[in-house]
């Protein structure tokens, strides 16, 4: 068919598919369901469901910014006395969507515990430090926080004593659950940021077909019939194929190359395993540790069997759990569990692994053929589904 829309039905997966999208929209724990058939219709239909979501997507006439949907949020509290946390794993956009924040705010400044003789005055003379960076100013961001080990009980003397508003971001939920909040109890707030979702990312790559999403997405939950224009169609379905492929992270969006982006994966995993690896666990040595996150991704949507996991990695049946949720509080994977009315049988059964980027996730498995060649393609589309109610801030269950 060429020219004109073309008439294309969603598939009918039946009182589950509906379900699903039903407590999508309603805000409730999902299932997930193994959709390893009609792939292109599954994708299409995505296309429109993430768009269900509310996910805004701005344009910045300066460096062609793109706000993240959680700018809205912090929005919100913007001038509430609350200290507001941005956490997610590393390179996912924290320090520019915070400098695109503080650039717009009058007497604000941005600081980064990278820099040594800041990090040194804040942990050894917090009083300089307040008289250098807080009196000064009503907005205060601080990226990196993760590099102070006393940051919460600093932190906390600052906001008992002074009324600016202050902003941190750190690349470990572990850091903010074991050296801050337990001094913030009641006056943080925190919120992830993740890898891009689909329609963010559609901003970078071409605003029109963002836009005919968004205004689309009626037609899936008015009609089973959604026409789209064929060549339009091909392009979609090309781009979410490059999204779910090579992931979400920015600098991988904005790379034109395939080879390119491999390579940034591979330097986002490597700085992992440099920085948050290395500064949190102390490992003398990485193999254990990337062996279980190499079969954990081999096994992408599947149940975890945390006996073979310890025979496979040599690790003990406890380092294993202890290391899942290490995985976890630096947002490499997921654990998601089974959904029982009976909430003992919810807890007592193993829970699934779904990776927050697919793109890191095939990197670590070797894996970036096109979704027809790949031999775990419904996992996969799984597991994309998985990114996208995640990214909404809701809590999946299978």
Same mark, same amino acid.
Request: net charge positive; proline share 3%.
């Given at each position: 068919?060429?020219?004109?829309?073309?008439?294309?039905?969603?598939?009918?997966?039946?009182?589950?598919?509906?379900?699903?999208?039903?407590?999508?929209?309603?805000?409730?724990?999902?299932?997930?369901?193994?959709?390893?058939?009609?792939?292109?219709?599954?994708?299409?239909?995505?296309?429109?469901?993430?768009?269900?979501?509310?996910?805004?997507?701005?344009?910045? *006439?300066?460096? %062609?910014?793109?706000?993240? %949907?959680?700018?809205?949020?912090?929005?919100?509290?913007?001038?509430?006395?609350?200290?507001?946390?941005?956490?997610?794993?590393?390179?996912?956009?924290?320090?520019?969507?915070?400098?695109?924040?503080?650039?717009?705010?009058?007497?604000?400044?941005?600081?980064?515990?990278?820099?040594?003789?800041?990090?040194?005055?804040?942990?050894?003379?917090?009083?300089?430090?307040?008289?250098?960076?807080?009196?000064?100013?009503?907005?205060?961001?601080?990226?990196?926080?993760?590099?102070?080990?006393?940051?919460? %009980?600093?932190?906390?003397?600052?906001?008992?004593?002074?009324?600016?508003?202050?902003?941190?971001?750190?690349?470990?939920?572990?850091?903010?659950?074991?050296?801050?909040?337990?001094?913030?109890?009641?006056?943080?707030?925190?919120?992830?940021?993740?890898?891009?979702?689909?329609?963010?990312?559609?901003?970078?790559?071409?605003?029109?077909?963002?836009?005919?999403?968004?205004?689309?997405?009626?037609?899936?939950?008015?009609?089973?019939?959604?026409?789209?224009?064929?060549?339009?169609?091909?392009?979609?379905?090309?781009?979410?194929?490059?999204?779910?492929?090579?992931?979400?992270?920015?600098?991988?969006? @904005?790379?034109?190359?395939?080879?390119?982006?491999?390579?940034?994966?591979?330097?986002?995993?490597?700085?992992?395993?440099?920085?948050?690896?290395?500064?949190?666990?102390?490992?003398?040595?990485?193999?254990?540790?990337?062996?279980?996150?190499?079969?954990?991704?081999?096994?992408?949507?599947? *149940?975890?069997?945390?006996?073979?996991?310890?025979?496979?990695?040599?690790?003990?049946?406890?380092?294993?759990?202890?290391?899942?949720?290490?995985?976890?509080?630096?947002?490499?994977?997921?654990?998601?569990?089974?959904?029982?009315?009976?909430?003992?049988?919810?807890?007592?059964?193993?829970?699934?692994?779904?990776? @927050?980027?697919?793109?890191?996730r095939n990197h670590i498995a070797g894996d970036f053929n096109a979704i027809e060649e790949r031999s775990d393609s419904g996992f996969f589309l799984e597991n994309a589904?998985?990114?996208?109610?995640?990214?909404?801030?809701?809590?999946?269950?299978?």
């Amino acid at each position: 068919m060429t020219g004109g829309p073309a008439e294309l039905d969603t598939p009918d997966f039946g009182q589950g598919f509906l379900l699903l999208l039903f407590m999508i929209v309603s805000f409730v724990s999902i299932p997930l369901l193994n959709f390893s058939t009609a792939k292109r219709q599954i994708v299409l239909t995505f296309l429109a469901l993430c768009a269900k979501i509310n996910v805004i997507v701005k344009f910045s *006439t300066m460096d %062609k910014y793109i706000s993240r %949907k959680l700018e809205k949020e912090i929005n919100k509290y913007i001038d509430g006395p609350e200290i507001i946390a941005v956490v997610g794993p590393r390179q996912c956009g924290k320090t520019t969507m915070l400098r695109h924040i503080a650039e717009r705010l009058d007497k604000s400044i941005f600081l980064s515990f990278e820099d040594q003789e800041v990090l040194e005055t804040f942990e050894t003379n917090i009083k300089q430090f307040a008289e250098l960076y807080i009196n000064k100013y009503k907005y205060v961001f601080i990226d990196e926080f993760q590099y102070s080990r006393i940051g919460g %009980k600093q932190l906390k003397f600052l906001y008992d004593l002074h009324h600016t508003k202050i902003f941190i971001s750190g690349s470990s939920a572990i850091d903010l659950t074991i050296n801050a909040v337990k001094y913030l109890v009641g006056r943080v707030l925190i919120m992830n940021l993740y890898p891009l979702d689909f329609i963010e990312f559609l901003g970078y790559k071409n605003k029109k077909y963002q836009e005919y999403i968004i205004n689309s997405q009626s037609q899936l939950f008015e009609s089973k019939t959604i026409k789209i224009n064929e060549g339009w169609h091909k392009e979609l379905l090309s781009l979410y194929e490059e999204y779910i492929v090579f992931g979400g992270y920015p600098r991988i969006v @904005l790379e034109t190359d395939n080879q390119a982006k491999i390579k940034k994966l591979k330097d986002i995993y490597n700085t992992y395993f440099l920085r948050d690896v290395k500064d949190f666990l102390g490992l003398t040595s990485n193999y254990k540790l990337s062996k279980l996150i190499k079969l954990l991704a081999l096994q992408m949507g599947k *149940t975890v069997d945390y006996n073979q996991l310890a025979t496979q990695t040599g690790f003990s049946h406890v380092s294993v759990k202890k290391y899942l949720n290490f995985l976890e509080q630096t947002f490499i994977c997921n654990l998601i569990t089974p959904y029982y009315t009976n909430k003992i049988s919810e807890i007592v059964k193993n829970p699934r692994v779904y990776f @927050l980027d697919t793109g890191l996730r095939n990197h670590i498995a070797g894996d970036f053929n096109a979704i027809e060649e790949r031999s775990d393609s419904g996992f996969f589309l799984e597991n994309a589904i998985f990114q996208q109610i995640i990214k909404r801030g809701l809590v999946p269950q299978y």
